[in-house]
């Protein structure tokens, strides 16, 4: 979570302060474990579109991300992380299909094989005699 919290924090100040931040300088710090740490320092100049801070200010559209997350109860919080525990390293199962709250266009695992290769999908956005149509199957990335 370090590095996790440390690019969202950055992406937190780019979405409320891009405005003021042209020729600013941000120094990242990130301490991991074992003792060791990363500091690296970068300039922010207004580029060109796409790439104008206002443009990524736009695009990280943090306050509708925030509004879009979903509650869930401590107990099925407990029951999906005991399933990542029972599932890490494991190979030859498929996952749950339910991916409900999935937003359109993710890639998400579907099985791992017994050679462990993992096979995904895309979600689309399009709903098939009452099911979610996705489509774009994916192995190892190919």
Known sequence: MYTASLYAALASVIYNKHASLT???????SYGSGLTSTMFSFKLNEGQHPFN??????V?????KLESRHVTSPEKFIDTLKL???RYGAKDFETSKDI????????????VDSMYRRFYE?????????????????????
């Open 100 to 111: 409900s709250l999935l937003p359109p266009g993710t890639f998400y695992l579907t099985k």
């Open 84 to 86: 990542m525990e029972h």
């Open 53 to 58: 801070l206002a443009n990524i200010a736009s």
């Open 122 to 142: 895309k979600k689309t956005d399009g709903i098939v005699d009452g099911k979610i149509k996705c489509s774009n199957g994916i192995a190892n990335g190919h």
């Open 60 to 64: 990280l559209d943090v306050t509708a």
């Open 23 to 29: 020729g600013q300088r941000i120094v990242m710090f």
